[in-house]
């Protein structure tokens, strides 16, 4: 079973700045099935990223991924005051189809 | 495009089942491959199951095994996830999602209260 663990929990930062989130799992993942997914309170996730690196239709291109095997990187490059979310990567290659914890990405 | 329109809130109290309903449109379900994930209050996203196409076959997450159902209507092109023996810890929103290139797209979610 791969187990996700993303980080930090809580990042704080300001408009305009740029955000980069982790998620590191503990087996090799395919890149072909590691997902980014954004959800606002009281709404459903929205898919960013599919394939560790193509972004889904639709989102801005300020949002980019990357990464291989363990190591996985979401990089925000301005964040404008829409992004401030959380964020949860996912693997969708094998079973369980495990989520990470979720990265809180808060207004500094 | 495809749209999934989940059931409403329910409120169940401990012991009893509940039924969420998934109705897809702009698509068929036997084009689609559905899966249900669900989110406990202030809490993160849980994966339970779904169709697996590879095998053809519909994969539980081992924590619900034996308690949860997940069943797909091709008439009426609607899935359904039962969950049963309900406890206080399984009060949550309940997701279904259709998986291709990631989950895309998602329900809008169908609370369900458990209390006595």
């Known amino acids: 079973e791969i187990v996700l663990t993303q980080s930090p929990g809580t990042l704080s930062l300001s408009p305009g700045e740029r955000a980069t989130l982790s998620c590191r799992a503990s087996?090799?993942?395919?890149?072909?099935?590691l997902a980014w997914y954004q959800q606002k309170p009281g709404q459903a996730p929205r898919l960013l990223i599919y394939?560790?690196?193509s972004r889904a239709t639709g989102i801005p291109d300020r949002f980019s991924g990357s990464g291989s095997g363990t190591d996985f990187t979401l990089t925000i490059s301005r964040l404008e005051p829409e992004d401030f979310a959380v964020y949860y990567c996912?693997?969708?290659?094998?079973?369980?189809?495990?989520f990470g914890q979720g990265t809180k990405v808060e207004i500094k | 495009q495809v749209q999934l329109v989940q059931s409403g809130a329910e409120v169940k109290k401990p012991g009893a089942s509940v039924k969420v309903s998934c109705k897809v449109s702009?698509?068929?379900?036997?084009?689609?491959?559905m899966h249900w994930v669900r989110q406990a209050p202030g809490k993160g996203l849980e994966w339970m199951g779904g169709?697996?196409?590879?095998?053809?076959?519909?994969i539980y997450a081992q924590k619900f095994q034996g308690r949860v159902t997940m069943t797909e209507d091709t008439s009426t092109d609607t899935a359904y996830m039962e969950l049963s023996s309900l406890r206080s810890e399984d009060t949550a929103v309940y997701y279904c999602?259709?998986?291709?290139?990631?989950?895309?797209?998602w329900g809008q979610g169908t609370l369900v209260t458990v209390s006595s």
């Open positions: 702009g698509y068929t379900l036997t084009e689609l491959s």
């Open positions: 996912q693997q969708y290659g094998s079973s369980p189809r495990a």
């Open positions: 087996q090799s993942v395919s890149s072909s099935y």
């Open positions: 999602a259709t998986v291709g290139d990631g989950y895309n797209p």
């Open positions: 169709f697996d196409p590879e095998d053809g076959e519909t």
């Open positions: 394939g560790a690196s």
